[in-house]
């Protein structure tokens, strides 16, 4: 089974800290994704990536970052954290014939 | 803009019955649509996907019918269990160069009642 893991089930952090946010899949999988899920709102993509060190902006981009130095690895990066960034973020990876699988989320809080 | 969606957000069944959760897309492009379930404190699972070149696909307990004319999908859940209360959402990856994104309907809270 494809396994995609997210480093922190849970994160408080300051207004202003940077925040790295973690994940890892173990199924050589192209693409990558993180998404933010918040009520009423559902899951919205923030950033993806296609290959290594490739990555897009996705529909809610504004105040986020991503690194994809290796294959496996998808990190998301909050550059200085803010209260509206309160959310659980999902993190995704697909692959051919693999479909599409998700980890089982951290959920940020900052204050 | 592009949308998938869905018409109830909330279904409540008894054990035992049938349930269908129903989602109406936009995009007539798409290409594969899948169904996720997700449990309070979780990420999304997988439960079953189609493709556009099919119009019905079967799982375990569960069915995914596809109806491209009026751009309609649907879940349905054979013998619901207290188990398969969840929030449950469609998804769709348009034709194309998507790399993959999905587009999320808002999603229908399934409860069952033993």
């Known amino acids: 089974d494809v396994k995609v893991t997210q480093s922190s089930r849970y994160l408080v952090k300051r207004t202003g800290e940077k925040v790295f946010l973690e994940c890892v899949q173990d199924m050589d999988h192209e693409n990558m994704f993180w998404y933010r899920q918040d009520p009423g709102l559902g899951l919205r993509l923030i950033y993806f990536s296609y290959d290594v060190k490739m990555k897009e902006k996705g529909d809610i981009p504004e105040g986020y970052s991503v690194s994809r130095e290796k294959k496996e690895r998808f990190s998301l990066i909050l550059e200085s954290a803010s209260t509206n960034q309160t959310s659980m973020y999902l993190c995704?990876?697909?692959?051919?014939?693999?479909?599409?699988?998700f980890g089982s989320g951290t959920r940020l809080t900052v204050v | 803009g592009e949308s998938v969606g869905l018409h109830l957000p909330t279904l409540s069944v008894q054990e035992g019955d049938n349930s269908i959760i129903n989602c109406a897309y936009s995009n007539s492009a798409s290409d594969y649509f899948i169904w996720y379930k997700q449990e309070s404190g979780k990420g999304p699972q997988f439960i079953i996907d189609i493709r556009s070149n099919m119009d019905k696909r079967q799982g375990q307990r569960v069915t995914v019918l596809l109806n491209k004319t009026v751009k309609h999908l649907s879940l349905q859940i054979a013998a619901t269990q207290p188990g398969d209360s969840a929030v449950y959402f469609c998804a769709e990856i348009p034709d194309g160069t998507s790399y993959g994104k999905l587009t999320f309907g808002q999603g229908t809270i399934l409860t069952v009642h033993p």
């Open positions: 995704a990876s697909m692959g051919q014939g693999d479909g599409y699988t």
